[in-house]
């Protein structure tokens, strides 16, 4: 699931990965529309994290 790790909204946009999420490959970045929070999902765990 992709959703905003601080409102819970699906709505988001993809953005560049930032710091040390550019070191584990298969994870993307976004930028939630909502509350313009920046997040990396992950998805060998299937987890959002803002970082």
Do not use: Q, V
């Not at 584990?24 to 994290?49: L, M, Q, V």
Request: aromatic share 12%; hydrophobic share 25%; proline share 6%.
């Amino acid at each position: 699931m992709k959703s905003c790790p601080k409102c819970k909204s699906e709505s988001r946009h993809r953005m560049k990965r930032k710091g040390i999420s550019r070191l584990f490959p298969g994870t993307k970045g976004y930028a939630c529309d909502k509350c313009n929070t920046s997040y990396t999902w992950f998805p060998i765990i299937n987890r959002s994290f803002r970082l």
